[in-house]
Nanobody, 112 residues
Framework: QVQLVDSGGGLVQPGGSLRLSCAAS????????MGWYRQAPGKSRERVAV???????HYANSVEGRFTISRDNAKNTLYLQMNNLTPEDTAIYYC??????WGQGTQVTVSS
């Protein structure tokens, strides 16, 4: 089974940017749906963005226009470019291969 390793999180000031990466241990070229989810303290996990094998994307309303999801099948890697971050974006971010394969998560903290 493919394993996922998330990276790229950290501490950033409001208005800053981060790029998350999710490296897969095997080929993702045939994976139909991949995505990023996040879980803030005391809240349930929520979907942030998904991308299909044909490149169709969908974003949560809260990140639309600020986040961009992309995938590089040649590198077996999923990305999430996050711009104009706010404290409300603070959470652990997880990548996912639909439906049940998850990365270990990477912490994103937005604070001044």
């Amino acid at each position: 089974q493919v394993q996922l390793v998330d990276s790229g999180g950290g501490l950033v000031q409001p208005g800053g940017s981060l790029r998350l990466s999710c490296a897969a241990s095997g080929s993702i070229s045939s994976v139909e749906v991949m995505g990023w989810y996040r879980q803030a303290p005391g809240k349930s996990r929520e979907r942030v963005a998904v991308i299909t094998d044909s490149g169709v994307t969908h974003y949560a309303n809260s990140v639309e226009g600020r986040f961009t999801i992309s995938r590089d099948n040649a590198k077996n890697t999923l990305y999430l470019q996050m711009n104009n971050l706010t404290p409300e974006d603070t959470a652990i971010y997880y990548c996912n291969i639909y439906p049940h394969i998850w990365g270990q998560g990477t912490q994103v903290t937005v604070s001044s």
